[in-house]
């Protein structure tokens, strides 16, 4: 497709192909609003910002005794409908002096380093908005009071409090811990977490992955929320569903330049399930109630720390 101002000798310029570059950028920045903390299979077909996602959950039938000669009794299956609000809209505008000879150049114009920078603002403006609706909607376990002289092993029994906290709610394997960047210096140093690859897997990876130990895949950020220190769970618990709108472009009114740009719009929430979460009367969740399949801890921290 050809635009207004290219040459016919420069119709390859193609701005659509911008948003999967966008998409490849943005993800592995993510923390709380990536796939191994949220799930993205609500997302549906989002189109504006007010779109209302709808999820259904099917309650679990009654398993009956056979008889005779009572016989057998036919339920109707019940389902419980949960709303995710399509709530934030976000964009992203940049301006080219040249598109054409950006595009000629072979540099495509978000490898530049203040695209790359205004795709980090982005990503961030997500990772807290989801942060928070976690954060918000996770069980409060009883804080923990961080001993002076033995940090690390404090911070590693939490997890492991967290670990048993999960496993009483029978919350599946593929768990994971975010830990405020304090408590990753700290967690860092008990020997567990230090020689993970004995445990699981080491190495810090994409997504702000620190290691993988006890069942759990431990990530980092520095984009905890307010009084927050370490929140665990599973992605099935929190959806995110986000969708960029697709790429712009034209003469900017107020520079000799190009501008391009796109809108993501996105929301979040926690997922309720029957047998965990309490049923209302008109076939929605009690949604006052924290989930049980994440859980969040305070740390108290010793002046010196």
Known sequence: MAFPYQNPS??????ELWDAELLTAFDPLLV?????????????????????????????????????????????????????????AKYLQVLVEDAERVQLAGT???????????????????????????????TALPGVKASAGNIPQSLYSTVL????????????????????????RYLIEHPAVANAAAYGEGGVTANGVVAKLAGFTILSTTAMPVGVDIVAGHSEFATYASQFTGFRQGQSEKYRADYID????????????PDLDTKMSDNTFDESKPTKGICKVTVEWPKAA
């Open 10 to 15: 420069s119709e390859t310029f193609v701005p």
């Open 32 to 88: 709380w609003a990536s796939p191994l903390v949220s799930n993205t299979k609500y997302e549906g077909d989002i189109r504006q910002q007010g779109d209302v996602v709808h999820i259904n959950s099917l309650m679990r039938p009654t398993v009956g005794d056979y008889k005779l000669p009572d016989g057998m009794t036919a339920q109707r299956p019940e389902t419980v409908d949960q709303k995710l609000p399509i709530t934030e």
């Open 108 to 138: 495509r114009g978000l490898d530049s380093p203040i695209n790359q920078q205004m795709i980090r603002a982005l990503a961030r403006e997500a990772d807290a908005f989801m942060g928070d609706v976690i954060a918000k909607g996770a």
């Open 161 to 184: 409090d967290v670990m048993l906290a999960l496993d009483g709610n029978d919350i599946p394997a593929g768990r994971y811990v975010v830990v405020s960047p304090k408590v990753k």
């Open 262 to 273: 796109t809108l993501h719009l996105y929301g979040g929430k926690v997922v309720r399930y």
